[in-house]
């Protein structure tokens, strides 16, 4: 089994910025994307940003500019760092990525992290 452990959420102020952490533990053979998404309520769930084993790179129109994600192959992480927060940003945001158990696996799995709350508010 795979598990995603978030952490950096949290409330800041208008025009502050937070940066968010996520890493997987257990049998993991490969990780070919990272990506957070949130969702904010009576919303639906909103990719954030995606960044690929080859470090191609998307982020969704209203981060775009202000967000950046980023990864650490050799520890399992992926980041997001958040500036110029306003009130739309505020959600839960939940670390996922795509990957393989062993190299005997046919198929991609889907891990997702637990959430993390983030409020901009003053």
């Known amino acids: 089994q795979v598990q995603l452990v978030e952490s950096g959420g949290g409330l800041v102020q208008p025009g502050g910025s937070l940066r968010l952490s996520c890493a997987a533990s257990?049998?993991?053979?490969?990780?070919?994307?990272m990506a957070w998404y949130r969702q904010a309520p009576e919303k639906e769930r909103e990719l954030v940003a995606l960044?690929?084993?080859?470090?191609?790179?998307n982020y969704g129109d209203s981060v775009l500019g202000r967000f950046t994600i980023s990864r650490d192959n050799a520890k399992n992480t992926v980041y997001l760092q958040m500036n110029s927060l306003n009130a739309e940003d505020t959600a839960v945001y939940y670390c996922?990525?795509?990957?393989?158990?062993?190299?005997?696996?046919?198929?991609?799995?889907?891990?997702w992290g637990q959430g993390t709350q983030v409020t901009v508010s003053s």
């Open positions: 257990g049998t993991i053979f490969t990780i070919v994307s």
């Open positions: 996922n990525m795509r990957g393989y158990s062993t190299y005997a696996d046919h198929t991609f799995s889907d891990w």
């Open positions: 960044i690929t084993s080859g470090h191609s790179i």
